[in-house]
């Protein structure tokens, strides 16, 4: 069964910070999703990364991908307050490439 | 365009009720996917169609639970004799199928509460 943590589930800091969010996986896959989620919001996709080695970025957020360990993680840049949400990764089996396992959440709280 | 809308937004229903939920994929989407999000279970994946192919019903619960979709579009979930370990968000995603990439487009979801 493919289990995926994330570490911390709780984080809080102050603007200007910089900090990384971790994602661990049990088995073998080779892609894994970023999503932001808002208090009482749906999910928002924010990376696809799609082989070992995968790095993007989208402002602040950078997701990188280590297949071989796997691990992802996201790094966050001079954290500012609109950051404040729920970030969730998610694995899907090499078997069902369709099918999501998503870890608990990390829920991001960005003081002034 | 618009996104992934699903109906109701919110039901509360007694227990042993039978409850459907809608869902509206995004136009051209060929696959659609069902999860369920509780504070106790986090998400879970319940059904996934794409096109014509038989669903992947491997993370419905219980019998009580079933989901059909019609004309390749338009999904319901349906919940019979529902109980309070049921209350959860419902949430219903889209996705193409790019060469094994499934970028998912969720929902707003239901917020389904069992009395």
């Known amino acids: 069964e493919l289990k995926v943590e994330q570490n911390p589930l709780f984080l809080s800091m102050q603007e200007g910070k910089n900090y990384t969010i971790y994602c661990n996986y049990s088995?073998?896959?080779?892609?894994l999703y970023w999503y932001r989620q808002d208090p009482g919001k749906s999910l928002e996709s924010l990376f696809v990364?799609?082989?070992?080695?995968a790095v993007k970025q989208e402002g602040r957020l950078m997701a990188s991908l280590d297949t071989k360990a796997r691990l992802s993680t996201l790094h966050i840049t001079a954290a500012v307050h609109d950051l404040s949400a729920t970030y969730f990764c998610?694995?899907?089996?090499?078997?069902?490439?369709?099918?999501?396992?998503f870890g608990k959440g990390t829920l991001l709280t960005v003081n002034p | 365009g618009a996104g992934v809308s699903q109906s109701p937004s919110n039901k509360v229903t007694e227990k042993g009720k039978d409850v459907e939920l809608r869902c509206d994929p995004i136009?051209?989407?060929?696959?659609l996917y069902w999860y369920r999000q509780s504070l106790g279970q986090g998400l879970e994946f319940l059904i996934y169609?794409?096109?014509?192919?038989?669903?992947?019903k491997s993370g419905l619960p219980s019998d009580r639970f079933s989901a059909e979709r019609t004309g390749g579009s338009v999904s319901t979930l349906t919940i019979q004799r529902t109980q309070q370990e049921d209350s959860a968000v419902y949430l219903c995603?889209?996705?193409?199928?790019?060469?094994?990439?499934?970028?998912?487009?969720f929902g707003p979801g239901t917020r389904l509460t069992v009395t």
């Open positions: 998610a694995v899907p089996p090499r078997s069902s490439n369709y099918k999501l396992t």
């Open positions: 990364l799609l082989s070992n080695g």
């Open positions: 088995t073998t896959s080779d892609r």
């Open positions: 169609f794409q096109g014509n192919s038989a669903p992947d």
């Open positions: 136009s051209g989407h060929t696959a």
């Open positions: 995603a889209s996705s193409l199928d790019s060469g094994g990439i499934y970028e998912q487009y």
